[in-house]
């Protein structure tokens, strides 16, 4: 929970930088539009470890705040952070509400209505959490439904005040205070009816006499509540939702200069992010059997160029035993296939694509790992084939090995902008990518550098396989129905 005050610029988009052993970006709030004082909705949880020294918080409270610098001679203003211990509800509410009569506080046309709802804190004060969309140029609105963990409502408290106040939206930044009503979780939790309709008083000044003044009453009410429970990552896995595999690496192994080069005393880059990121995902494969895909070479017999093909020669079963077995194929290809462009991407997450489209329904989740040097030769393609895998329950991780610029896999990473083709947008970020280079260990200790790889690499995946089922109402208490692989060929599984 941040807000700020005294900013010289109308526009700020804030970078929260972690302050560890090595400062890193941490978050990244909303923009808030032309405002000095702004309160920042969004919020950040972080673990705390009471054996180890954690510089974020330099306060032994709860609130904490500290002079802003950057520009020497200038008082660039405060930033202020408050922090709560979380509660370990996991509940999840979902409300609409309606307002009537409200307001009218534009000259020409209605108002533009919002609302901002506030959790008070265990001092006393009051903590932004959430803020609703404007609905235009009306005295009635309907807002849109909103789901909102009950943890950041109220901590799990449910008679702790929960303040909500009603402005219209000023293009300016300088909206308009309407009014503002109390209320509790365990209030709201009632649902729609009489409990839940909330009277906001306000003055009216009669233009034509301005010494008379009148009251006027407007009413806000709760439409719906629903509050389902927050599954998380473990849930599906105990439940025994299958997540499968698959691992394509793009190749004169012979020369040392190569990327492929076989070292006799090491592990070149491909084989070390295969073994980084297989040896943790494989142990939530039920049969730890993956395929395995290469692409961008010329392929025995008759040395044709594909994007697909088995690392172990057999299209019809191109899956491996453990990570062992990958490891063994791809070292076996590289004697016998020839480094060809283009490099293409689509085909092979097209390829994966095909299975996952075959079982949405959640009992399996498919995650393509891509290793490559950053030549990329259908960059269109795969932002569609990318946008297109986007609704599957699937997800694609690229790994960069060697010092080429990436400029091109941090764009079909959509962390900062999701990806689109032909005017569609992604259904959700699916598309996880990172340097190799930016986790070796400068002593040259490969399994730190494994390590460090494989947690950043892996961080997203349960986050994106949570939004997948949520996004289709899969709960995984749900018994998911035993997997039998499309007539395709056997699958790739990513």
């Keep these: 929970q941040f807000r700020y005050q005294g900013f010289y610029w109308s526009l700020y988009d804030l970078i929260f930088l972690l302050a560890t052993e090595v400062p890193s970006k941490f978050g990244r709030t909303e923009v808030i539009d032309n405002t000095l004082n702004p309160d920042?909705?969004?919020?950040?949880?972080?673990?705390?470890?009471?054996?180890?020294?954690?510089?974020?918080?330099?306060?032994?409270?709860?609130?904490?705040?500290?002079?802003?610098?950057?520009?020497?001679?200038?008082?660039?203003?405060?930033?202020?952070?408050?922090?709560?211990?979380?509660?370990?509800?996991?509940?999840?509410?979902?409300?609409?509400?309606?307002?009537?009569?409200?307001?009218?506080?534009?000259?020409?046309?209605?108002?533009?209505?919002?609302?901002?709802?506030?959790?008070?804190?265990?001092?006393?004060?009051?903590?932004?959490?959430?803020?609703?969309?404007?609905?235009?140029?009306?005295?009635?609105?309907?807002?849109?439904?909103?789901?909102?963990?009950?943890?950041?409502?109220?901590?799990?408290?449910?008679?702790?005040?929960?303040?909500?106040?009603?402005?219209?939206?000023?293009?300016?930044?300088?909206?308009?205070?309407?009014?503002?009503?109390?209320?509790?979780?365990?209030?709201?939790?009632?649902?729609?009816?009489?409990?839940?309709?909330?009277?906001?008083?306000?003055?009216?000044?009669?233009?034509?006499?301005?010494?008379?003044?009148?009251?006027?009453?407007?009413?806000?009410?709760l439409l719906s509540f629903l509050v389902e429970a927050e599954h998380t990552f473990l849930d599906y896995i105990k439940a025994g939702y299958g997540r499968k595999y698959t691992q394509s690496p793009s190749w004169n192994p012979s020369q040392s200069t190569s990327l492929h080069y076989m070292n006799p005393y090491q592990m070149n880059a491909y084989a070390m992010a295969l073994k980084a990121v297989g040896e943790i995902i494989q142990d939530y494969d039920s049969d730890k059997m993956f395929p395995a895909l290469g692409f961008g070479a010329k392929i025995p017999p008759d040395g044709r160029v594909s994007h697909e093909f088995p690392l172990n020669g057999n299209v019809d079963n191109p899956y491996c035993n453990?990570?062992?077995?990958?490891?063994?194929?791809?070292?076996?290809?590289?004697?016998?296939?020839?480094?060809?462009?283009?490099?293409?991407?689509?085909?092979?997450?097209?390829?994966?694509?095909?299975?996952?489209?075959?079982?949405?329904?959640?009992?399996?989740?498919?995650?393509?790992?891509?290793?490559?040097?950053?030549?990329?030769?259908?960059?269109?393609?795969?932002?569609?084939?990318?946008?297109?895998?986007?609704?599957?329950?699937?997800?694609?991780?690229?790994?960069?090995?060697?010092?080429?610029?990436?400029?091109?896999?941090?764009?079909?990473?959509?962390d900062d902008v999701r990806i689109s083709s032909r005017g569609k947008l992604a259904e959700r970020d699916i598309v996880q990518f990172v340097p190799f280079r930016d986790y070796m260990d400068r002593t040259g200790n490969h399994v730190l550098s494994m390590a460090r790889l494989a947690k950043d690499v892996l961080a997203e995946i349960p986050d994106q396989l949570i939004l997948y089922m949520k996004s289709r109402g899969i709960k995984p208490n749900q018994t998911p129905p035993d997997y039998s692989p499309p007539g395709l060929s056997p699958t790739p599984t990513v």
């Excluded at 950057?70 to 660039?76: A, L």
Aim: hydrophobic fraction near 40%.
């Design 40 to 221: 920042f909705v969004r919020k950040y949880i972080l673990d705390y470890f009471f054996e180890e020294k954690q510089n974020l918080l330099g306060s032994p409270g709860s609130h904490l705040e500290k002079p802003l610098g950057g520009i020497p001679g200038k008082n660039c203003g405060t930033i202020i952070l408050t922090a709560e211990e979380l509660g370990n509800c996991r509940d999840c509410a979902t409300m609409q509400f309606c307002a009537n009569k409200l307001d009218k506080k534009d000259f020409f046309g209605r108002s533009d209505p919002f609302m901002m709802f506030y959790r008070s804190n265990e001092d006393g004060t009051f903590t932004i959490c959430h803020k609703t969309e404007v609905v235009k140029n009306t005295l009635n609105p309907v807002w849109q439904p909103f789901t909102i963990p009950v943890r950041a409502l109220c901590n799990g408290d449910y008679d702790r005040s929960i303040k909500v106040e009603v402005y219209d939206w000023d293009r300016d930044g300088s909206h308009d205070f309407i009014g503002e009503f109390t209320t509790s979780y365990r209030e709201l939790s009632r649902g729609q009816s009489q409990f839940n309709v909330y009277e906001m008083w306000f003055v009216l000044i009669c233009w034509c006499k301005p010494s008379v003044l009148c009251c006027s009453i407007t009413q806000v009410t």
């Design 322 to 414: 453990g990570m062992e077995g990958i490891l063994e194929a791809y070292h076996e290809s590289l004697k016998t296939v020839q480094l060809y462009g283009p490099t293409n991407f689509a085909p092979v997450i097209n390829h994966v694509a095909r299975y996952a489209a075959a079982v949405q329904d959640g009992s399996q989740y498919f995650v393509l790992l891509i290793i490559t040097d950053g030549v990329i030769s259908d960059m269109a393609q795969t932002k569609e084939a990318i946008v297109n895998a986007a609704k599957l329950p699937m997800s694609i991780i690229i790994v960069g090995v060697g010092q080429a610029e990436f400029d091109a896999m941090v764009e079909l990473d959509g």
